[in-house]
Structure formats: structure tokens, C-alpha cells
């Protein structure tokens, strides 16, 4: 039972574009989000967070944008840049337990 | 970068024969956890210690074992490999217990191919 999903595998944006990397959650008792980013023969690297009482947190050209209704959040990197060409990892965190439940990953291509 | 090294960064088996593989951090932090990623699943913990001799099961754990003599050393042991533990293995560490902190780091990861 995959409780984080990221339905696209792979995405390819233009450089200078906006990149929207999506989400969905099934277990209604996570309570913070975090994206995680990947490169080739490398452990992932912590990028951005929210918490459950927020909608939007924004570090620079990354944004996480949070729908507790839908059980949705996105990530939004804008612009888009050659160096962000990596695996985006979503995971979450449920109140009272210490462990992360990561998606499967989307693939992000920026083409120059 | 936190100071976390994995050792060895690649290794081929035959199924059957036992693996160990070593995480070592110079970070003194507390908290340790084992992960492997998977095409189709993302990473799924495996096992974690939140101190030397305490450890406990993650979701994936069957088929491994763990130990924590030292808090510098998690280790990660494959008693008898199969083609379904090939993978990529990857050792997080962090100073906190929850993980509603942005303080997860990860090693460079192993590379497990059983034949």
C-alpha cells in the first residue's frame, strides 16, 4: 500500500520554465512534507519542507505548495535550471513517529 | 556535507552467501537507519537504531539483520542474499528522533547485485 504516490515518473521542462512536481498522500495523519533531491550515484539531499498548518513555504527558486484537503502538495521550481535535472523524492512524517514514508520518485529533465 | 561513508560502494554475490555492509558517520549523532530503493518503490526503511545495541524493524526488514556496537557503525547484514535483495542501500543519519525535521542525511549508497 503505497501511503505517498508520485504518478509521473518522469518530467522534461525547458530551461527558464516553470517545474511542477506533484504528490498525492493517502494517510490523513501525516503531518509534515519534505521534498528530496537526487543525483546519479549520490544519496539524496534534503531540499524544502512544510508543515501541516501551513500552505506554502518558499526557499528561493523552490516553492512547496500544500492541499490538506485533496491530500496533495507540489513543488515548484522556478526557473528551471540544467543543474536541477535530478530525481525528486516526496516524503512524509506522521505526528509521533520517527519514520519518513517516501514516494517513488519523478525524474526531472531540463532540457537546455 | 555530514560525514557519512558506506562501505563498499558496490558489490556483486552469489545468492545464498552472507553480505554485510557498513555505514560509518563521524557525525556522533544518535539516530541511524538503513534504506533501499527500488525502482517503483522509492526507499523504504529497512532497519534503524536510535542508539548503540537499540535497534528496531523498518517496513522492508525481513531478511536482514542489523547491529550497533559503537555509535559511529550501523551494519547491515544479508544472512543469505537473494536475487530480490538486489538494490540500492542507502544509510541516513540524524541527531533527532522525529522526523518532522529537515535533518535526515544520507550516505552515497551501495550498489547490491545478487546473482
Known amino acids: 500500500d503505497q501511503q505517498v504516490k508520485q504518478n509521473s515518473p518522469s518530467l522534461s521542462v525547458q530551461e527558464g520554465r516553470i517545474s511542477i512536481l506533484n504528490c498525492d498522500y493517502t494517510?490523513?495523519?501525516?503531518?509534515?512534507f519534505l521534498w528530496y533531491k537526487k543525483y546519479p550515484a549520490e544519496g539524496p539531499t534534503f531540499l524544502i519542507s512544510i508543515s501541516s498548518i501551513k500552505d506554502k513555504n518558499e526557499d528561493g527558486r523552490f516553492t512547496v505548495f500544500l492541499n490538506k484537503s485533496a491530500k496533495h502538495l507540489s513543488l515548484h521550481i522556478v526557473p528551471s535550471q540544467p543543474g536541477d535535472s535530478a530525481v525528486y523524492f516526496c516524503?512524509?512524517?506522521?505526528?509521533?513517529?520517527?519514520?519518513?514514508?517516501f514516494g517513488t520518485g519523478t525524474r526531472l529533465t531540463i532540457i537546455p | 556535507d555530514a560525514g557519512i561513508t558506506q562501505s563498499p560502494r558496490h558489490k556483486v554475490t552469489e545468492t545464498g552467501t552472507p553480505v554485510t555492509l557498513r555505514c560509518h558517520q563521524t557525525?556522533?549523532?544518535?539516530?541511524m537507519y538503513w534504506y533501499r530503493q527500488d525502482p517503483g518503490h522509492g526507499l523504504r526503511l529497512i532497519h534503524y537504531?536510535?542508539?548503540?545495541?537499540?535497534?528496531d524493524k523498518g517496513e522492508v526488514s525481513d531478511g536482514y539483520s542489523v547491529s550497533r556496537s559503537k555509535t559511529e557503525d550501523f551494519l547491515l547484514t544479508l544472512e543469505s542474499a537473494t536475487s530480490s535483495q538486489t538494490s540500492v542501500y542507502f544509510c541516513?543519519?540524524?541527531?533527532?528522533?522525529?522526523?518532522?525535521?529537515?535533518?535526515?542525511?544520507f550516505g552515497p549508497g551501495t550498489r547490491l547485485t545478487v546473482l
Open positions: 516524503a512524509a512524517s506522521a505526528i509521533g513517529n520517527e519514520k519518513l514514508t
Open positions: 557525525e556522533n549523532h544518535r539516530y
Open positions: 494517510n490523513s495523519m501525516f503531518d509534515y
Open positions: 541516513a543519519i540524524s541527531p533527532v528522533l522525529t522526523a518532522s525535521t529537515d535533518t535526515q542525511y
Open positions: 537504531s536510535y542508539g548503540v545495541k537499540d535497534t
